[in-house]
């Protein structure tokens, strides 16, 4: 069952690919993200068995992120469909300029997002250190074209910032998984597989020194993937400037997938007696990154760079709630899932809004509602949602979090928690609303050059149905999971918190 689910996005990817005909791949596309789906869906029934053994193995926090990962993908390949084809409209009215768009840039685009979810999927099930850190390094090469989709000199820019920093993290993770293999066999006889089940029974008999070591670049390693400051400085670039379909995958798919990692090694960590160290080490990163956040996020002047800081500010929070433990850990998991939904829906309302303005620039942009008013309430509910709001889920999620750091006594951590929120909070109120709000104006053909070139928008624009149904879909799952928890994701988030906190 776990390889027919990373059978299905391969083989589809390598369709994609070798296919001529950009309908048909489509639909090879749709059909992939639907199959992937159900099967996931399938295995909150029955999980299947272990595999290769005990290689492959799908445990509650696996089951849990692979499911955001299939249910945002299908997301994004409807909204994806829609894309391409007004990417081939839009570039075909633009042939006299001499730019027209390719078969074999949506080929390229196809195959890498399938290729994309396959190795995020082998993420989510691997059990053994080194195939966890192979399917990691290969979700860098599978999105790598998908930032450069647009080919500009930003774009490139913004991928050659993603490859190489991410190379170098994802290098330090290496020497920390060879720390880690040292630390489980130095002073015994034979080899102990680096099997998360082994290093777990086995916790106590690991050496502690070079235990940390791995630890610590493991945490650096893997944060960079994650986006933990100060290793974040790829993430504004890379979903900035990529189709905003992607930035919903990279922010709401991707990070969970380095957060995994980092999860797994705080697992071993905790099982050596070493947890403590573990949650200072993600405490400190965690407050980083909220902190780092919280400053760019003021007065940002591109709205998608502003949901990227976003990402590191959540990114922190799931870090902070780690390290703080306990009934935190509960809270993480959940945050973990709302952030992924709701970054997802506002990603996809910043591609519609993009698409009508022809501008990221937060001050160029205003009066969203009267635009795109489907887009504009989407847009200040996602606003909302991410800001940790009622009725919305993260703000279900932020609750725990700060009521556990209260409970144990952590004045001082709730304090600066609650502050770094409230000055995010402000920050993305000041920007998101007055977008929302105000006289809409459009410049003819993109930005203008001169204020006399502005044109009121009189008449709301037409919606297509792919463009506003899936991140409508996604608001509404944050919304319900802010007012109702079913029992089966219950007791998944409890049983995944449990193997981090004990």
């Excluded at 059990?127 to 599978?142: K, M, P, R, S």
Aim: glycine share 10%; proline share 4%; with cysteine.
């Amino acid at each position: 069952m776990l390889a027919v689910l990373i059978l299905i996005p391969v083989l589809a990817g390598a369709a994609g690919f070798l296919l001529r005909s950009n309908g048909i791949r489509r639909g090879v596309l749709l059909l992939a993200a639907a199959s992937h789906g159900g099967l996931t869906l399938s295995m909150w029934i029955r999980r299947p068995g272990p595999l290769f053994g005990g290689w492959l193995l799908l445990d509650a926090q696996g089951l849990l992120f692979l499911t955001v990962t299939s249910i945002l993908f299908l997301a994004t390949s409807l909204y994806a469909v829609g894309y391409l084809r007004q990417e081939v409209w839009g570039e075909r009215q633009d042939f006299e300029e001499g730019f027209l768009f390719s078969n074999a840039r949506e080929a390229v685009f196809t195959g890498c997002l399938l290729f994309f979810l396959a190795m995020m999927t082998l993420v989510t099930v691997s059990q053994h250190f080194g195939l966890l850190w192979v399917a990691v390094e290969a979700t860098t090469l599978a999105s790598a074209p998908l930032i450069y989709f647009h080919r500009h000199r930003r774009s490139l820019e913004a991928t050659w910032k993603y490859i190489l920093i991410c190379s170098v993290g994802i290098a330090l993770a290496l020497l920390g998984t060879f720390f880690l293999s040292v630390a489980c066999s130095l002073g015994r006889e034979g080899h102990t597989p680096m099997l998360l089940t082994n290093l777990i029974g086995e916790g106590r008999l690991v050496n502690l020194p070079w235990l940390k070591a791995a630890f610590l670049f493991l945490l650096v390693g893997y944060g960079t993937k994650m986006g933990l400051a100060p290793m974040h400085t790829w993430l504004p670039d890379a979903h900035s400037e990529a189709p905003s379909v992607i930035s919903a995958l990279l922010s709401g798919a991707l990070l969970n997938c380095a957060f995994l990692a980092v999860l797994r090694m705080q697992q071993v960590c905790a099982a050596a007696g070493e947890g403590p160290f573990g949650r200072k080490m993600l405490l400190l990163f965690g407050f980083a990154s909220m902190t780092v956040a919280a400053l760019f996020i003021v007065r940002q002047g591109d709205f998608k760079r502003m949901l990227a800081y976003s990402s590191v500010e959540h990114m922190g929070i799931l870090s902070l709630a780690v390290g703080i433990g306990g009934g935190a850990g509960f809270g993480a998991m959940l945050h973990a899932v709302n952030h992924s939904l709701t970054k997802g829906m506002l990603f996809l309302v910043a591609g519609n809004i993009l698409a009508a303005y022809k501008t990221k620039s937060t001050t160029e942009v205003q009066g969203v509602l009267r635009v795109l008013p489907i887009s504009g309430v989407l847009w200040v509910a996602g606003f909302l949602a991410i800001a940790g709001s009622p009725p919305f889920g993260l703000f279900l999620s932020e609750l725990i979090i700060l009521k556990t750091a209260m409970d144990q006594g952590h004045i001082w951590m709730a304090t600066g928690y609650l502050a770094l929120l409230s000055v995010v909070f402000i920050g993305l109120a000041t920007i998101m609303l007055r977008m929302a709000q105000g006289v809409p104006v459009l410049r003819p053909g993109g930005r203008a050059s001169a204020p006399e070139e502005l044109s009121t928008v009189e008449n709301p624009h037409v919606e297509s149905l792919l463009a506003v149904a899936p991140p409508l879909a996604l608001g509404a799952l944050v919304l319900i999971l802010g007012l109702y928890l079913p029992a089966g994701l219950q007791n998944v988030l409890e049983e995944a918190a449990r193997a981090i906190t004990g």
